[in-house]
């Protein structure tokens, strides 16, 4: 497929380069979020799935990170509460480095279904109150509304979650929520389908 086979070249041409000890302290102070440009490899193709994004986003943070986990996907439809997970195309990766030797504990990316990726925003602490996310998440967000609204829950949502609560016996689950972070919506196991009040 056209689309995967450009994403790859582009990855692979474009090494993940973060700034140096010192660099990494001005980033902590002033993020940035200009987005470096894939969108011209994506034009007139079909966006990236979820997975495809996590997949480049990771090899990206893993060049400079080899040991860095996602701890949180948290995306958000730009145009408001949907049933149509298509439109939630904004996505914030936070990932831990699990690096003992750095000052950088953690990263944010802010990344787009249509390619863009911005610069990380460097953290000097590690995200906390989540397990870390497997490579692999099983079910994209259109599969598990699905499942949401088979269970008779087919209200439209603008934030979409991709997260593993730190809590005796977690789930990795997909949160659908009109607040960001809020406990107005649902939770679906991606592993067993359960569905379940957030809070």
Known sequence: MKLRRSVAV??????????????AAAQVATPSTTPVALSHVLRGEEQLSLQQLLDIASHK???????????LADGAS??????????????????????????VKSLELYA????EISHPVL?????GG??????????????????????GHNDPYQYVSLVKPLIANPHLQYHFSNIRGGCDGYAVNVDDYAVNPIC
């Open 10 to 23: 582009l990855v692979a041409a474009c090494g993940f380069s973060l700034a140096s000890i010192a660099g």
């Open 112 to 115: 787009t279904l249509e390619g």
């Open 123 to 127: 953290r000097d602490q590690p995200w």
């Open 78 to 103: 730009p145009t408001g509460s949907t049933r149509n997970m298509d439109e939630v195309t904004d996505w914030r990766l936070i990932y831990n480095t699990n690096d003992a030797g750095s000052p």
């Open 130 to 151: 989540t397990v870390s996310i497997p490579n692999q998440v099983g079910i994209s967000p259109d599969l598990a509304y699905s499942i949401l609204m088979d269970a």
């Open 61 to 71: 943070v893993r060049g400079t990170y080899p040991n860095a986990t996602l701890m």
